[in-house]
């Protein structure tokens, strides 16, 4: 049994703390407003010019004119703000983000991360992505451990044209919640029925397992 994307979104939403400014990426990263801790109090920021985003509209409920980054409709909470894109920067430039939740084609094992092309294909670009990654000093990646082609996602060294180096913190993929340290990919919890053999099968980079392995907690 592994997480789906609603699963990996439950769990990075633990990470939330009261009081953070969160960026939230294009993809599994949006899921998490939907399931903000219990008396946790959290600011959604988007790149667009957002402040305040709430949790994805119900059917029916869409605005057209309220969106976010990735061009998806929005819910906003009381006291929300919109702004220019200057401004938004000004906001991830100066770090004033406390928290940035990115989606991920490829991880290093050094903290590099690769999101935004692959070579050939038709992708939406770069977006905000870079500077998010060379400003923010928290940055959460959720993703599948393994592509379609059942090949590991979390690498000795990227593939792809890279988004930032050496700056990836923490990864919750289907399989795991892994910490990004200096030797490689601790592991810290293993998905509900997930061995941590599973789990190293399913890892290029190197793999750090100190002691019993617990489960996550959803």
Known sequence: MSLDKTGIAKRIAQELQDGYYVNLGIGIPTLVANY????????????????????FPFEGDEDADVINAGKQTITTLPGASFFDSATSFGMIRGQHVDLTILGAME???????????IPGKMVKGMGGAM???????????????????GDSKLLKKCSL???????????????????VTDDGFKLLERAPG?????????????????????????
């Open 161 to 179: 044209p890279l988004t930032g180096v050496n700056c990836i913190n923490k990864v919750v993929t289907n399989l795991a919640v892994l910490e």
């Open 131 to 149: 500077d998010l990654v060379a400003s923010a000093e928290n940055i959460i990646v959720a993703m599948m451990h393994t592509n379609r082609a």
């Open 107 to 117: 991880v290093a094992e050094n903290g590099d991360i690769a999101n935004w092309k």
């Open 36 to 55: 903000i801790p219990e008396g946790v109090q959290v600011e959604f920021q988007s790149e667009n010019g957002v402040l305040g985003m709430g949790p």
């Open 194 to 218: 997930v061995s941590v053999d599973d789990i190293k099968a399913a890892t290029e980079g190197t793999l750090i397992v100190e002691g019993d392995i617990p489960e996550m907690s959803l």
